[in-house]
């Protein structure tokens, strides 16, 4: 199938590419099948999800687990059910990126990251019932904490466990 | 919008599969229990709504965008370490 896409020209997709999202994604219900184009840049956190039906939305997209490390979804039965997920490693995980006109005040929706099946290429983008996550992370932000985290940590993490408060 | 009037654990039933319970008033305040199948997903409207308005936020954004400009002042930006200094010790 060739696609004609606003951002990527047109691309050619196979069929086993396709993602099907059952109920669309909120705001785009009618949305049901997606693909993910890669990003050039080799080791980048960042894809596309590009909507294959109309009005052929795209979406940047990024690894949660590299703006928090600790980032943590449990998923229901429903929700193993309804993507017939036998296997964590079956799942991938990313997060929808809003980039503003101001490109470094990105920020990342860490509430309904979007859950893929791999295997079956079943998808869906969750909301989670958390104070945890917001819809708005800045991700310059969300890395520097991390960065200022990693170089205070450094200590704790080696030598035996003390805890010092 | 059909208007029904309820009072404290009396319930709805929508479908002969959901259920709508009050289970509570307190002031302008009402608890409301909901038994549904399990693909019936339910979600507090405002939250639905804001993520709706951010996935048609992040939609209309010029996604073609060079991003790796935007990291490239992080260290954490390329994941991988040329070096290959990896290890913080």
Redesign the interface.
Same mark, same amino acid.
């Given at each position: 199938m060739i696609l004609k896409t606003r951002?990527?020209g047109e691309l050619e997709i196979e069929d086993d590419a396709v993602i099907h999202f059952k109920?669309g994604?909120?705001?785009?219900e009618n949305v049901k099948r997606f693909v993910l184009i890669d %990003?050039d840049?080799?080791? %980048?956190?960042?894809k596309?999800m590009q909507?294959v039906d109309e009005p052929k939305?795209?979406? &940047?997209i990024v690894d949660p687990f590299?703006i928090r490390k600790d980032y943590e979804i449990k998923l229901? =039965?429903?929700v193993l059910?309804?993507l017939e997920i036998k296997s964590p490693t079956d799942v991938s995980v990313f997060c929808?990126?809003? &980039?503003?006109e101001d490109? %470094?005040k990105?920020t990342v =929706?860490l +509430?309904?990251p979007v859950i893929i099946n791999c295997v079956n290429r079943k998808g869906r +983008?969750l909301?989670l019932d958390t104070d945890k996550y917001g819809?708005?992370h800045y991700?310059?932000d969300e890395? +520097?904490r +991390?960065?200022d985290k990693?170089d205070a940590g450094?200590d704790e993490e080696?030598g035996p466990v003390h805890n010092h408060k | 919008m059909l208007v029904l009037t309820r009072k404290k654990d009396q319930s709805i039933i929508i479908n002969e599969n959901i259920e709508i319970t009050v289970l509570d008033i307190q002031g302008d305040q009402v608890r409301i229990g909901i038994d549904a199948p399990r693909e019936v997903s339910i979600h507090r409207k405002e939250v639905f709504v804001q993520i709706s308005e951010e996935n048609r936020k992040a939609a209309s954004a010029n996604v073609k965008v060079d991003l790796k400009e935007v990291l490239k002042n992080s260290r954490l930006a390329g994941l991988k370490k040329e070096d290959g200094s990896q290890d913080p010790k």
């Open positions: 951002f990527f109920h994604i909120p705001g785009f %990003s840049e080799e080791g %980048s956190p960042f596309w909507g939305p795209a979406f &940047v590299v229901d =039965n429903e059910d309804e929808i990126v809003v &980039v503003p490109i %470094s990105m =929706n +509430q309904a +983008q909301i819809v708005r991700i310059l890395l +520097q +991390q960065e990693a450094a080696k | -």
